[in-house]
């Protein structure tokens, strides 16, 4: 079992307002079990004892590839698809978000945002694409 106990004299990580960054310093004082007063080893100061600051973490990173995750929504509404309503696709077709479109490389496609003129966004079961419109 690990002592948390401290006491004066000890060695403790604080943070320093001087240094304004976190420093080893000793205890100089302690009340119940929590350091009051603390002397910092890098100006000698003396201050009231402050937990050292956490750095901020990274960003975590998103370890889900994103398409995979298309690839999930298109699972999710599959069923939902009538590929018999699908229309096939040309660059000179008007398509409407809802949509369906049979592509001769992509396969079945939903349509499902306009994201500029003439080009829509389609899902497929290989993901999201960008697709030419009329
Ligand atoms: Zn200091």
Known sequence: MQATTLSAGDPIE????KCRKNTNHIVVAMAEEVPVKVQCNTCSGQHKYRPPTVPKKAAVRRTVDPKVAEQKEWQSLRP?????Q???YSMTTAFKVGGLM???????GLVQ???????????????????RCK
């Open 86 to 88: 699908a229309i096939d």
């Open 102 to 108: 049979n592509h001769p490389a992509f396969g079945l």
């Open 14 to 17: 604080a943070r320093c307002t």
């Open 113 to 131: 945002d306009l994201v500029g003129p003439r080009k829509i966004k389609v899902l497929f079961e290989d993901g999201k694409k960008t697709m």
């Open 80 to 84: 939902g698809m009538d590929s018999k």
